[in-house]
């Protein structure tokens, strides 16, 4: 035991010893409960802006940290380059090396290949996890205004009616009122205009389509 305590404490390993007890200490809080996983949270969308090059999100974007919580990338990172680091630390340095200048020489060096191996295999094993941190933006009530659905009412009044709207998934079903007298009635088109929020209904207008089958 004292022999593993000298190697994950001597050079170079000590440098990531420190932070992987800080990220171990960090989950375990996190998963009693004392931590809220996202207090440190910096996930970014699959989906980035143009612009992403810049900042430390447009960093962790293209070195493929993205999609996931900020600490989770990061303790990954760590143990995937501590555990290298140690087994080069034990094989090589411990035993080829007999102290001095290079052997300091030769820690950092370690140091800086385990880190750059330890980011691609980062990079594999967050991809499975990123649908888990993937949220998708749900749809205002003001933002389907200007948009034309179907009726599926028998008709619509300024009390009743409902409608179907395609959204590119499952669709929305819609509670709409329009004045009367109009010709809505179920299979029609109308256009989506305004939001009633008290009433949390929409009202509608006959479409220009439907208007012009009724004139002809």
Partial sequence: MSALFQLIFSWPAVLLTVPVMVALVYWMLAFIGVLDIDLVDADIDIDMPEDVGAGFSGLLYNLGLSGVPLP?????????????????????????????????????????????????ITVIAIKPLVRFYTTHEARSNQSVCG????????????????????????????????????????????????????????WILESEEESTLHRN
Avoid: H
């Fill in 72 to 120: 989770l990338s990061i303790s990954l990172w760590l143990i995937f380059a501590w555990v290298p680091t140690l087994y080069a630390s034990q094989w090589l340095m411990l035993q080829l090396v007999d102290g001095g200048l290079f052997s300091w020489l030769i820690g950092a060096a370690i140091l800086l290949v385990s880190i750059v191996i330890a980011l691609p």
């Fill in 147 to 202: 948009e034309v659905c179907k009726i599926t009412s028998l008709e619509v009044s300024e009390t009743f009616g409902q409608a179907a709207l395609e959204d590119g998934g499952a669709g929305l079903i819609l509670k709409v009122r329009s004045k009367t007298p109009n010709q809505l009635k179920k299979g029609s088109k109308a256009l989506i205009v305004e939001y009633d929020e008290p009433e949390n209904s929409y």
